[in-house]
Each structure stands twice: as structure tokens, then as C-alpha cells.
């Protein structure tokens, strides 16, 4: 493997770090600066043990099992055993995103983009990069995990132990490092940087959808999924460290892994075929609206399938809700105020909305794709054929919509067929679409924010994503914590309404339309007339 | 002795051959041009060469070490300039150059300053503001204010307005009188035939011609424009003449290398009013094999 720290693997640590200090402290910051913030807004919210055991009683549920994990503390929902339950996952999923995307970055874009080569030319050893940007990645999650811990512990709550806390933030720096290598060890196999995300992010919903089957029917198949092991640390509960053992073990193996697979090849090839395109464009690419569509498919049909297999998941989950609520006749008495909804109804409103949001990335990342091609100059070129601006413009605006109407369409069809499969009493299509589609002007809304961005001030296009995110931690712990509706109304998805509990507000729809539209004409404009970037 | 010896190097990607049986050798104090159509293997040959990807088969060597097992002792003493280059978005153009010269243990380098200066060229800006000449200005001067003992260029002045790119070939020049070794591959013929003492020529990854300029020039032919008092009129049927053309009152025709002797005394019974000769140059020699049918300049 040849030597691993030389004076040559600090000097190129130190570079790597001074490209790359922002975005971790970023990064770092918004996660423990919503963990703490939320550990800090839970003990204001449920002072009273009677309070955090009516939460308990909501979320001891197959639909809540499957979202979150599974809740080991339910006859004593403790502060810690609350947070943990509601937090921990979601957490550690945001934690190994930052690192499928670092690692890729670092790594096989580096690579991709032919900086890697010239640095490969100095005297360093072949795999002093990958080694310096893993060491990177554990110091980050080290960081993250450190601070993470201290700064729950300091809020001092009651059920909130150090043990616990360090147990906490050591789970989420071990999860954020196992992905890392995992994304190191697609960065070999994979020919590109694109094919990398997208095995590391298929991979990392693969987990998540293995654990939340696994969690409600099979709990081996959970065991088969590291985020099924992040929740079974028990965090203040029983504070368990024999996940993080297993974690640190398979990180190893994913370590050597890719270690090995980068000595047996070579730069720039991968050990996935790349395939041959074809010769001639087909008659259909000389639309612009099929250009763009062909540059981006393999993304787009990926992010349909997932939803629908995501689709699928929810449909079975919500098939096993009911028969537990049957089952337990003291519970139906208990949890439904409303005895016109089944609860399978009540709970489709917060799917739909997870779903609704997910469902916008794929949108987003077509609109954005506008400007990431504009800054390796090619729209300079295109726009020197016959199109303008405009045209272009509305060719990316038209796809991005086309493809949120499918996504909502996908996931819609993957729970109804897995609905009338394991129901006796399935959901209607009408239904099921109506409480899809009303999130649909949310989407657009959330649309023209990145049409904004583009055109206003595209050197901050990442910063939509953090607003998705805002916006999935706002519906995401606004259905737990019971957010004010002022709250909800900070995020487009806020405030939609939960179909078929609540009544549809047919103004407040228009309205986000009609500032959908708006946004997008302002931003037509100013893309008109703003110099190209490149 | 020799810096780089290249015996047999092929390497397959997939089914794909793009290099077979590639040999040659740079010796130490020379300047080796390598020069080839596109796609004809310049780059793959580079890249085997910097332990970048591995040769399929064949052996590769610079001072004499292997240059896959041995890749760090070779590279602590070669500068390498790609001729694609990306910079880091984020760091400025004095940082990146800074950085190269410290992983290379040559940072103080006492001639950074003096080649900025040269090349003109401002440190203080983002990587992602310079234009393309200006990016490739970073790597060249990161090169040249190595101590290598061996650089090697991938078509280096691709980006280079013609004032710079005099400056690269001075700079060049500087290096071969410190008896510095440099293997550059180029598509610009003038700056090959100029700065090089020997010259490879690859083709579809087969080596078709190597040796020194004028070693090759003897091997073809030059062009000869004449012009005679009395009239020629069977030029076409001498030893020796290709290629026979008329432009008023010129004759203009290509003549083998070996066969001046016997021209010469043939010709000079049809006194002589004027006779010119051009030796080949690189172009023309590029350009016969540049054509798939070894040149139609056999006529
Ligand atoms: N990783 C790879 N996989 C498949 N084929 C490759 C790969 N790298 C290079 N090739 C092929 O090998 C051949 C030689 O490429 P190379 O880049 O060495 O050419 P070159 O002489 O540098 O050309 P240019 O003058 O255009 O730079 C080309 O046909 C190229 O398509
Ligand atoms: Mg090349």
C-alpha cells in the first residue's frame, strides 16, 4: 500500500481543507444546530410525563415504526427516548448525504473534472488521495460526532446523560464515515462522478426502505441494513454500543475495499462498462425539450423508480396499519377523534407530504441543470444555434414540471398497487391522487425559487437545497412537534392540506399557482437579460 | 544515458488497442518532440509514462526505475503540464502553484517570482477567473519553477497567444542548456521543429517515424524550384524527380534525398538561371503520414 502518512499526505490534507473548510462548517453547523435546537424546543413543548406519553401513544404505530425505527421506550417515552426516537435516524441520514456528496466531490469528480492527474504526476503515492480524502471524511465525522455530543450534553435535560449523548453523536459521525467509504468504494467501480452519487444515494435509500420493511414486518431484514443498526443503539434507552462496533467494522471493510479496487485500476476507467451511445441523433433531438431530456433520463427514470418503489413501501406500511389498528380495539377508541377517517386516512396526509417533497428534487435538479451547463460554457454554444434564451428557459421550466407531475404519479400508483395488494379495505385512486396532487402548486412554488436563484443569483444555486431541507425539517417535525400554523407557513409544503381529513382550500392553492407563475415570469425576465456565466 | 526508455508498450482498453508496440528512448540533455494526429495515442503514451494507468504490455522506464512500481522516486524529479487543465474553483492562482512546489519539496523556489514576471501572469486571482492561457500559465509555471531533471508537456501551448508561447520556447531553451531532459508532445510543428532534437511520430498508436529532424529529412524529399535557360522536357523521366508541376516558367518538383549528385550534373548542361530547394519540413513530413495511404506526395 506503500507509505500512507508523509510529509506529502499533510500538505495535501491542509490544501484539500482550505477547498473544502466552508462547506463542512456549514454543514456541520445546520445539523447540530438543529439537533440542539430541537433537544432544547422538546422540553419546553412536553414538560409533563402525561403530555410525552400521549406523543408515545401516537407514535407507536407500524406507519411511524416505518418512517422512524422502531420505539423501544414506549411505556416510558423519556425525553431521551423521545428525541432519540424522532431524531436519530433522520439525522444520520442528512450526516451520510454529506459525505456520499464529499467524497464524491473529492474523489471521482476530482478525478472526472482532470485535476486528480496533475496531482497524481507529483511524488505522491497513488492512493495518497482517496487515503487524505477519507481521512478527511473521518475527521469531519469526528468533528461533527464531538460536537454533536457536547452540545446536547451541555443542555443538561433530564433522561439526557453524557453516556447517552456521546452514544448519540458517536452514532451519527460512525453512520456519516461507513458512507463515506461506501461512496469510495462506488467511486472505483463506477466509470463517473454521476454514476457514483447515484449508486451511493440508490444505496442509501435501499437501506432506509430494507430498515423500515424490516422494522414493521422482519426485523432481520432490518439487521441487514446499517440505518436498521443506527436505531437499535438504543440511545438513552439502553445505550447500546455494539451497533457502532459492527458500523466501525464494516467501515473497515468498505475502507479496504476500495482501497484495493483503486490499485487495480486505471485513472478515469471504472469497472462498469460505460456504454456505447449511438451515431446519428435520433430525428426528436432537435427540440431542445428532447435534447435536455436525453441529457438527463438516466437521472430522471432513476428518481421515478425510486419514488414508486418508495410508493410501494408507504402502501404496504399503511396495509399493516390497518390490520394493527383492527386489532387493537383500545386504540381505535383512543387515537381516533375523528371517526369518519380510518387511520390509515389520517396518516396518508403526512405521507403525501414527505413524498411531495422528495418528489421535488428530481424538478429542482432539472432546472438547475440549466445553469450548471451554462458554467462549463455550453448553453454559450447552443445559444449560438437557432434558439434563444427564452426558448431554453421554458424548455428546462416545461421538463422540470413535467417530471413533478410524474413523480407525485409514480410514488401515487406505487402505493395504490401496493394498497389494493395487502389491503381488505383499499384506498381509492381519487382519493390517493387528490391527496397527492394537492401538493403539486407547493412544488412549483418551490420550483421558482431555483428558477430565482438561477436567475438572480446563481452562485448560491445550492443554497435551494437547503431550503428543501428546511422545509422537510419543517413538515417533518411540524407533524410531530404539532408546529403553529405561522411556523408551517415558512415552507411552501406547510400548510397544504392533509387530504381526505382536512377540507381543500381551493384559494390557497390558487394562490401558490398563481406566485408559481409569478416567479417563474420574474425569472424568465431577468434570465433574458443577465450576462452567461462561465 | 537514457531518461526514457519505452520498449514495446501497448495498451488495450476493452478491445479498444490504442497503443501497440510502442518503443523509443529520450536521452538524457534532449529534447524529445512526439507528435501525432489526434486520438493517435500521444496522451495514453504520457499518461503510462507518469504511472497513471498501467500498460497492457511492454516495458516502461524513466532513470531507469520502473515507472508504475517506482512511480514516487521518478516523480519527485519530473514536472508534468497536461494539456487540459482545471483548477480548483475556490483557491487563487498563487495558492495552487505554491501548493505543486511544496508536494514536489521545491517550495521556496527561487525562480517562481522571475517566471510570473515572464510569463506575465497575475497570482492574486480565483482559478475560476482565469481565462484558458492564463490556467495553463499556472501549471507551466509550477513546472518550470521545479527542479526537475525531466519535464513532460501534453500539447502545452494549446492556450498560449504567440507572445507566450515564445516565451514558453525560450523557457524551454533555458532548460535545455541546464542539460534538462523534456519530452513535449505538440500539434504545433513550428514549435517541434524549433525546440526538438529528435522527433517521434505515432499514428494510430504505432510508432511510423523517429529519429532526429535531419536524419529524417534525409530519408525524404526536399522540394526544388528551377528554372533553366534551355528547356527541359523530359524533367519527369530523371532519377530521382517526383512529383512534377509547371508555374510560370518554374519548374517546381520533389527530388530524392540521395539522388542530388546525379541531378546536379544533368542539370547543369540547361543552364541554370535559378534553382532553389526547400528541405522537408516537419509539416511536410507530418502530412506524409498523416495520409492513410503513406502520402500522396509519391505521386
Ligand atoms: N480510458 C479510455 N477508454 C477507452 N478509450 C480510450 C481511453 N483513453 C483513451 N482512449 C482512446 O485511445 C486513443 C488515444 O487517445 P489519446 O488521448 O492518447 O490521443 P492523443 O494522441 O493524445 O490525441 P489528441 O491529439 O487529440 O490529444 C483514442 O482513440 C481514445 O479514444
Ligand atoms: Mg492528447
Given at each position: 500500500m506503500g507509505k500512507l502518512f508523509s510529509k506529502q499526505t499533510s500538505i495535501l490534507t491542509r490544501f484539500i481543507f482550505k477547498r473544502e473548510w466552508v462547506k463542512m462548517i456549514i454543514w456541520i453547523g445546520s445539523i447540530v444546530g438543529v439537533t440542539v435546537a430541537v433537544a432544547a424546543a422538546f422540553t419546553g413543548l412536553y414538560s409533563s410525563e402525561a403530555e410525552r406519553q400521549g406523543i408515545a401513544q401516537t407514535m407507536d404505530n407500524p406507519a411511524m415504526t416505518a418512517m422512524l425505527?422502531?420505539?423501544?421506550a414506549i411505556e416510558d417515552y423519556t425525553f431521551g427516548a423521545m428525541f432519540s426516537h424522532e431524531m436519530l435516524l433522520f439525522t444520520a441520514i442528512t450526516v451520510a448525504i454529506m459525505n456520499i456528496l464529499m467524497i464524491n466531490r473529492l474523489t471521482r469528480l476530482e478525478e472526472e473534472e482532470n485535476r486528480l492527474e496533475i496531482i497524481q504526476s507529483?511524488?505522491?503515492?497513488?492512493n495518497t488521495y482517496l487515503f487524505t480524502s477519507l481521512l478527511l471524511a473521518f475527521g469531519l465525522n469526528s468533528a461533527l460526532a464531538l460536537l454533536t455530543s457536547g452540545s446536547i450534553g451541555i443542555?443538561?435535560?433530564?433522561?439526557?446523560?453524557w453516556n447517552g449523548s456521546l452514544l448519540y453523536g458517536v452514532t451519527l459521525g460512525a453512520t456519516g464515515f461507513l458512507f463515506a467509504c461506501l461512496t469510495a468504494v462506488f467511486a472505483q467501480i463506477s466509470p463517473s462522478s454521476r454514476g457514483t452519487l447515484g449508486l451511493s444515494f440508490f444505496t442509501l435509500g435501499f437501506f432506509y426502505l430494507l430498515r423500515a420493511i424490516g422494522d414493521v414486518t422482519a426485523e432481520w431484514l432490518s439487521l441487514l441494513s446499517p440505518l436498521g443498526w443506527v436505531t437499535r443503539t438504543e440511545t438513552y434507552v439502553e445505550n447500546k454500543w455494539l451497533p457502532i462496533l459492527l458500523i466501525a467494522i464494516i467501515s473497515l471493510l468498505f475502507l479496504f475495499i476500495s482501497f484495493w479496487l483503486h490499485a487495480k485500476r486505471d485513472m478515469q476507467d471504472g469497472f462498469l462498462p460505460e456504454r456505447k451511445g449511438r451515431i446519428e441523433a435520433s430525428?426528436?433531438?432537435?427540440?431542445p425539450l428532447v435534447f435536455i431530456f436525453r441529457l438527463q433520463r438516466v437521472t430522471i427514470f432513476s428518481w421515478l423508480i425510486g419514488l414508486f418503489i418508495l410508493g410501494v413501501t408507504y402502501g404496504s406500511v399503511l396495509g399493516e396499519l390497518e390490520t394493527f389498528f383492527e386489532s387493537n380495539d383500545l386504540l381505535k377508541e383512543l387515537l381516533t377523534?375523528?371517526?369518519?377517517?380510518s387511520l390509515v386516512e389520517q396518516f396518508l396526509g403526512i405521507l403525501m407530504s414527505v413524498i411531495a417533497i422528495i418528489g421535488s428534487i428530481p424538478p429542482i435538479m432539472i432546472m438547475n441543470r440549466l445553469y450548471k451547463e451554462e458554467k462549463i460554457g455550453r448553453n454559450e454554444w447552443i445559444l449560438?444555434?437557432?434558439?434563444n434564451r427564452t426558448k431554453l428557459f421554458l424548455s428546462y421550466l416545461s421538463l422540470a414540471i413535467i417530471v413533478a407531475v410524474l413523480s407525485i404519479f409514480f410514488s401515487i400508483i406505487g402505493l395504490w398497487i401496493a394498497s389494493v395488494g395487502l389491503s381488505t379495505d383499499p384506498l381509492g385512486l381519487d382519493t390517493l391522487i387528490l391527496s397527492g396532487f394537492v401538493y403539486l402548486p407547493a412544488m412549483t412554488v418551490m420550483l421558482g425559487l431555483a428558477t430565482l436563484i438561477i436567475a438572480?443569483?446563481?452562485?448560491?444555486?445550492n443554497s435551494i437545497w437547503m431550503y428543501l431541507s428546511f422545509s422537510f425539517i419543517v413538515v417533518y417535525l411540524g407533524s410531530l412537534l404539532q408546529f403553529d400554523d405561522w411556523l408551517l407557513a415558512l415552507?411552501?409544503?406547510?400548510?397544504?392540506?392533509?387530504v381526505p381529513v382536512e377540507e381543500i382550500s381551493y384559494s390557497y392553492l390558487a394562490i401558490l399557482v398563481g406566485l408559481s407563475l409569478l416567479l417563474y415570469v420574474v425569472s424568465l425576465l431577468q434570465y433574458q437579460r443577465r450576462d452567461l456565466k462561465g | 544515458m537514457s531518461v526514457i526508455e519505452l520498449a514495446d508498450i501497448s495498451k488495450k482498453f476493452g478491445k479498444f488497442t490504442?497503443?501497440?508496440a510502442v518503443s523509443f528512448n529520450v536521452e538524457e540533455g534532449e529534447v524529445f518532440g512526439f507528435i501525432g494526429p489526434n486520438g493517435a495515442g500521444k496522451t495514453t503514451t504520457l499518461r503510462i509514462l507518469l504511472g497513471m494507468i498501467q500498460a497492457t504490455s511492454g516495458e516502461a522506464k524513466i532513470f531507469g526505475k520502473d515507472v508504475w512500481d517506482e512511480a514516487i522516486a521518478i516523480h519527485k524529479r519530473i514536472a508534468y503540464v497536461p494539456g487540459d487543465i482545471n483548477l480548483w474553483d475556490n483557491l487563487t492562482g498563487g495558492e495552487v502553484i505554491d501548493f505543486f512546489l511544496k508536494m514536489q519539496g521545491a517550495?521556496?523556489?527561487?525562480k517562481k517570482e522571475a517566471m510570473m514576471k515572464r510569463f506575465d501572469?497575475?497570482?492574486?486571482?480565483?482559478?475560476?477567473?482565469?481565462?484558458k492561457g492564463n490556467k495553463q500559465k499556472v501549471a507551466l509555471i509550477a513546472a518550470f519553477s521545479s527542479d526537475a531533471d525531466l519535464y513532460i508537456f501534453d500539447?502545452?501551448?494549446?492556450?498560449?497567444?504567440p507572445l507566450m508561447e515564445k516565451v514558453f520556447q525560450e523557457s524551454v531553451h533555458e532548460l535545455k542548456r541546464n542539460g534538462k531532459s523534456v519530452l513535449l508532445s505538440s500539434h504545433i510543428l513550428s514549435e517541434v521543429e524549433s525546440l526538438c532534437d529528435k522527433v517521434c511520430i505515432i499514428r494510430e498508436g504505432r510508432v511510423i517515424e523517429s529519429g532526429t529532424l535531419s536524419d529524417m529529412r534525409h530519408l525524404t524529399r526536399s522540394t526544388v524550384r528551377l528554372s533553366t535557360r534551355k528547356e527541359i522536357n523530359?524533367?519527369?523521366?530523371?532519377?530521382?524527380?517526383?512529383d512534377v508541376k509547371k508555374e510560370n516558367d518554374e519548374w517546381i518538383f520533389l527530388i530524392d534525398s540521395d539522388k542530388w549528385n546525379s541531378f546536379i550534373t544533368r542539370v547543369s548542361?540547361?543552364?541554370?538561371?535559378k534553382i532553389e530547394s526547400h528541405p522537408p519540413t516537419l509539416e511536410d513530413l507530418f502530412m506524409r503520414h498523416y495520409q492513410d495511404d503513406g502520402g500522396d506526395l509519391d505521386g
Open positions: 425505527g422502531p420505539s423501544v507529483l511524488p505522491v503515492e497513488r443542555l443538561n435535560i433530564e433522561s439526557m446523560d430525428s426528436l433531438l432537435h427540440h377523534p375523528d371517526p369518519e377517517f449560438t444555434h437557432n434558439i438572480f443569483k446563481p452562485n448560491i444555486l415552507s411552501p409544503y406547510g400548510n397544504i392540506p392533509k | 490504442a497503443l501497440d517550495y521556496p523556489s527561487t501572469f497575475d497570482p492574486s486571482k480565483k482559478c475560476k477567473n482565469y481565462s500539447e502545452p501551448t494549446s492556450g498560449l497567444d523530359d524533367l519527369s523521366e530523371w532519377i530521382g524527380v517526383h548542361g540547361f543552364d541554370v538561371e
